[in-house]
């Protein structure tokens, strides 16, 4: 229910902003700054989004837990989605999703709402680091070399005899 609210109010908020700084400002200036947020915040979504696929790759190069980073991301996606939206109340919005600041806040108030079970991995776990070296592979055929594949180059044709 509150979610239909929200599709009912912000397309209504939306609309009083426009009708108020468009009588203000004029309506070119208006659509200018709309359109130069969208520009805008195109540019520092993808600038921040690359800074967060940086630092999630080395989350998991260092088998560290990647979930803040995560959701930085998802944060910076939904915030790049709210500033291509027309509206001086999204694009408030969707700037402040790209202050760390209020992201980190945010994630910080969204971690104490979701129950996180476990994050392990084998090495931080203390366990062996190759958790398959028990496999023991007991049917296997020899390839002759003249018994090559068809897929590989060599220099027999294969047949279908």
């Known amino acids: 229910m509150w979610l239909l609210l929200l599709f009912i109010l912000i397309p209504l908020l939306e609309i009083w902003l426009f009708i108020l700084l468009g009588g203000?400002?004029?309506?070119?200036?208006?659509?200018?700054?709309?359109?130069?947020?969208?520009?805008?915040?195109?540019?520092?979504?993808?600038t921040q989004g690359v800074n967060v696929l940086k630092e999630i790759q080395?989350?998991?190069?260092?088998l560290e837990n990647p979930t803040e980073p995560i959701v930085h991301g998802a944060m910076i996606l939904f915030a790049g989605a709210l500033l291509l939206t027309p509206g001086f109340f999204t694009d408030?919005?969707?700037?402040?999703?790209?202050?760390?600041?209020?992201?980190?806040?945010?994630?910080?108030?969204?971690?104490?709402?979701?129950?996180?079970?476990?994050?392990?991995?084998?090495?931080?776990?203390?366990?062996?680091?190759?958790?398959?070296?028990?496999?023991?592979?007991?049917?296997?055929?020899?390839?002759?070399?003249?018994?090559?594949?068809?897929?590989?180059?060599?220099s027999k044709t294969h047949s279908n005899d």
């Open 58 to 62: 080395s989350k998991f190069n260092e």
């Open 92 to 154: 408030t919005v969707g700037f402040l999703l790209l202050l760390p600041k209020v992201r980190r806040a945010a994630f910080f108030w969204l971690r104490n709402k979701v129950n996180l079970v476990k994050y392990s991995s084998p090495e931080s776990s203390g366990g062996d680091k190759n958790k398959y070296s028990d496999i023991e592979v007991t049917d296997y055929k020899e390839v002759e070399p003249e018994e090559k594949s068809p897929w590989t180059n060599n």
């Open 24 to 46: 203000f400002i004029g309506i070119y200036p208006t659509l200018f700054i709309i359109l130069l947020t969208a520009i805008l915040g195109t540019f520092l979504v993808k």
